[in-house]
């Protein structure tokens, strides 16, 4: 059982950055992948960005690449993502995703999640 609990939520002007935290409970937290998903009001839940159980691959979303980097420090058992240059189409709850083994060769899509945070919301004004 892994309990995810997401932090660093909150409002921002366009333009402007914010680093979620993703804290992770449980002494296995190295052997599962990461990854962060968003859902905006009326919309889909969707994949933002994935990171290995190492820390050694990570993979972006097309819409966030270049802005928002995912991370990992398995000594904390903390996934973060920092987001630069925060549009108001990234308003959204940002949600933690925990994935556990045995993996495939494409473990990260479609990413297979076994646990999920309670979401920190993201709002990004123009």
């Known amino acids: 059982q892994v309990q995810l609990v997401e932090s660093g939520g909150g409002l921002v002007q366009a333009g402007g950055s914010l680093r979620l935290s993703c804290a992770a409970s449980g002494r296995t937290f190295s052997s599962y992948a990461m990854a962060w998903f968003r859902q905006a009001p009326g919309k889909e839940r969707e994949f933002v960005a994935a990171i290995s159980w190492s820390g050694s691959n990570t993979y972006s979303a097309d819409s966030v690449k270049g802005r928002f980097t995912i991370s990992r420090d398995n000594a904390k058992n903390t996934v973060y993502l920092q987001m630069n240059s925060l549009k108001p189409e990234d308003t959204a709850v940002y949600y933690c995703?925990?994935?556990?083994?045995?993996?495939?060769?494409?473990?990260?899509?479609?990413?297979?999640?076994?646990?999920w945070g309670q979401g920190t919301q993201v709002t990004v004004s123009s």
């Open positions: 995703a925990a994935s556990g083994p045995p993996y495939s060769s494409k473990w990260y899509s479609p990413f297979r999640t076994d646990y």
